[in-house]
């Protein structure tokens, strides 16, 4: 089963997690707060509304891949350097070796083959 995660974009942030949990508790549970050097190329990989990708752009070069259009303006009206991309997470539209690093948090779940 394919899960479409557009319907919930308005109200995704509130009901997830608040940007305090993802400053405390999810940068730092997937090492990204000591162990990402600044300026490093990330993709977030089903980024939904930005939740990491927005404030690892403060000081890293981020890419944020969803196939939701409604959650993608989510995450682009939060004004964030990030860049953020249509796509599908099983064929990713980039080079091989374009990011530092890649993260895929609360997604595999989602997908019909990862």
């Known amino acids: 089963m394919v899960v479409d995660p557009s319907g919930p974009a308005a109200t995704y942030d509130r009901v997830r997690s608040s940007p305090r949990e993802v400053q405390e508790f999810w940068l730092p549970a997937a090492g990204l707060q000591a162990g990402l050097a600044a300026g490093s190329r990330v993709l977030d990989v089903g980024c939904g509304t930005g939740r990491l990708a927005v404030p690892l752009s403060a ?56």
Do not use: I, T
């Not at 070069?61 to 991309?85: H, I, N, Q, T, Y």
């Not at 091989?96 to 993260?103: I, K, N």
């Open 59 to 114: 000081r890293c070069a981020v890419v944020g891949l969803d196939r939701s259009r409604e959650m993608l303006a989510v995450a682009r009206a939060k004004g964030s350097p990030a860049a953020f991309v249509l796509g599908d997470a099983g064929r990713l539209p980039f080079m091989d070796r374009s990011f530092d690093v890649a993260l895929a948090v609360m997604v595999l779940h989602l997908l019909p083959d990862f």
